[in-house]
Structure formats: structure tokens, C-alpha cells
Nanobody, 125 residues
Framework: QVKLVESGGGLVQSGESLTLSCIAS????????IGWFRQAPGKEREGLSC??????GAFYADSVKGRFTISREKNMVYLQMTSLKPEDTAVYYC????????????????????WGQGTQVTVSS
């Protein structure tokens, strides 16, 4: 089973940027998708973005489209976050594998088997 470790979270002010990293180790994941999710206190875990490691395509939820960018370099997957808002405050997780990368895939959290421990992002107003 693949192991995922997130990093890069922190405290920023509204409007600032932050880049999260997710390093994957274990069996090769090039045949699958890797996704980013977040969970705010008292809310369900929300699928934000995913990247298809085969074709290179990406998906973004409406809540982050135009502000967040997912990218990959070897076994690292990044989530570049710009124009951060207080409502972006949450614990952010990466997850894999999934055979697809689309809105349906990120909405089904139970389909993703491996999760990192999460990294806290706090955006102050």
C-alpha cells in the first residue's frame, strides 16, 4: 500500500498563497489518480482536486477553480493555493489511488484507499 505524507500547511492571511506537498512512497502510482481533499471543523471531507497520473489531466472543484493548481513532479504532488480565504481553513489531505480523476471520483471519499495524516491550513481575515 502506498504511503502519503503531506506538508506545507501553516497560518497565512487572507489573500496570501501557500503550496502544499504530498510525497508518495510504495508501489508505483502512475496508473492512477491522486487527489487533494480538505476537512474543516464540523464539516464533511471535501474533494478539491485530482490529477490523472496517466494522462496528466486535472479536475478542480468549483470552490477552488481558478485559485488552486495541482501539479506533479516524480513522486511529489503539489497543491498551489492562491488568493486564500478564511473559508479555506481546514486540514488538507492527499489520497490515492483512484482509477479516475473527475467530479465523481473526488465526491466518493470511500473509494480512495490511502490517505496522508493531513496538514493544517489556517487563513486569518
Amino acid at each position: 500500500q502506498v504511503k502519503l505524507v503531506e506538508s506545507g500547511g501553516g497560518l497565512v492571511q487572507s489573500g496570501e498563497s501557500l503550496t502544499l506537498s504530498c510525497i508518495a512512497s510504495g508501489p508505483p502510482q502512475h496508473l492512477y489518480a491522486i487527489g487533494w481533499f480538505r476537512q474543516a471543523p464540523g464539516k464533511e471531507r471535501e474533494g478539491l482536486s485530482c490529477r490523472d497520473l496517466r494522462a496528466g489531466g486535472a479536475f478542480y472543484a468549483d470552490s477552488v477553480k481558478g485559485r488552486f493548481t495541482i501539479s506533479r513532479e516524480k513522486n511529489m504532488v503539489y497543491l498551489q493555493m492562491t488568493s486564500l480565504k478564511p473559508e479555506d481553513t481546514a486540514v488538507y489531505y492527499c489520497a490515492t489511488p483512484h482509477p479516475f480523476c473527475d467530479a465523481t471520483a473526488v465526491s466518493k471519499r470511500g473509494d480512495w484507499d490511502s490517505w496522508g495524516q493531513g496538514t493544517q491550513v489556517t487563513v486569518s481575515s
